[in-house]
Nanobody
Framework: QVQLVESGGGLVQPGGSLRLSCAAS????????MSWYRQPPGKEREFVAT????????HYAASMKGRFSISRDNAKNTLYLQMNSLKPEDTAVYYC?????????WGQGAQVTISS
């Protein structure tokens, strides 16, 4: 049974940083590319970043490039999202996900709020 559990969200002032984690279980984590998405309040869910199975290649949405960094620790079955220079418009619920056996699985989400 695939399980994804995000953690590390919270309230941060503009310009601050946060690191999200996603603990994965129920599948061979090191064999799968992983992604982060987010859903701002009242908006559609949107792509944030993706990373290949070995972590050798990453891709970011244009508005996050240079501020966010996706990484993974395959020994710990954990995906990360380092977020720097945070802006109020980064306020959203952040989700990790994986496509396993043709099905896209989501975690429960981590709330990130950027406000002074």
């Amino acid at each position: 049974q695939v399980q994804l559990v995000e953690s590390g969200g919270g309230l941060v002032q503009p310009g601050g940083s946060l690191r999200l984690s996603c603990a994965a279980s129920g599948f061979a984590f090191s064999n799968y590319g992983m992604s982060w998405y987010r859903q701002p309040p009242g908006k559609e869910r949107e792509f944030v970043a993706t990373i290949t199975s070995a972590g050798s290649s990453t891709h970011y949405a244009a508005s996050m490039k240079g501020r966010f960094s996706i990484s993974r620790d395959n020994a710990k079955n954990t995906l990360y999202l380092q977020m720097n220079s945070l802006k109020p418009e980064d306020t959203a619920v952040y989700y990790c996900n994986v496509v396993w056996s043709g099905v896209r699985y989501w975690g429960q989400g981590a709330q990130v709020t950027i406000s002074s």
